[in-house]
């Protein structure tokens, strides 16, 4: 079992900067990944760091592409968000996931098997 705690989120202006922090308990050895929603929208995928066979990738959904960078401190077992030039449409609750088994498509909600409680950002303009 692998329980997740998300801090981080706040209210900045456009153009601003926050980083998320995912503080996970237990093993998150296949991967974690941020995801995000915003009121009367889908969840989707933001930004995941995983294992492929022997290799490590990161991926982004092309929106945040050059904005957002996500990262894992192994010793901590702390996944990060670091967002930077954020855009009003940037607003929604983030929240941190982590799989339990291989990742297929990242972008998939159901690859992931645990979720943490979610941090809200807003970005005013």
């Known amino acids: 079992q692998v329980q997740l705690v998300e801090s981080g989120g706040g209210s900045v202006q456009a153009g601003g900067s926050l980083r998320l922090s995912c503080v996970a308990s237990g093993s998150t050895r296949y991967g974690m990944a941020w995801f995000r929603q915003a009121p009367a929208k889908e969840r989707e995928a933001v930004a995941a760091?995983?294992?492929?066979?022997?290799?490590?990738?990161?991926r982004y959904r092309d929106s945040v592409q050059g904005r957002f960078t996500i990262s894992k401190e192994y010793t901590e077992n702390t996944l990060y968000l670091q967002m930077s030039s954020l855009r009003p449409e940037d607003s929604a609750t983030y929240y941190c996931?982590?799989?339990?088994?291989?990742?297929?498509?990242?972008?998939?909600?159901?690859?992931?098997?645990?979720w943490g409680q979610g941090t809200q950002v807003t970005v005013s303009s």
């Open positions: 760091v995983y294992r492929s066979g022997i290799l490590t990738r990161t």
């Open positions: 996931a982590a799989a339990g088994t291989e990742i297929g498509d990242w972008q998939r909600s159901s690859e992931y098997s645990y």
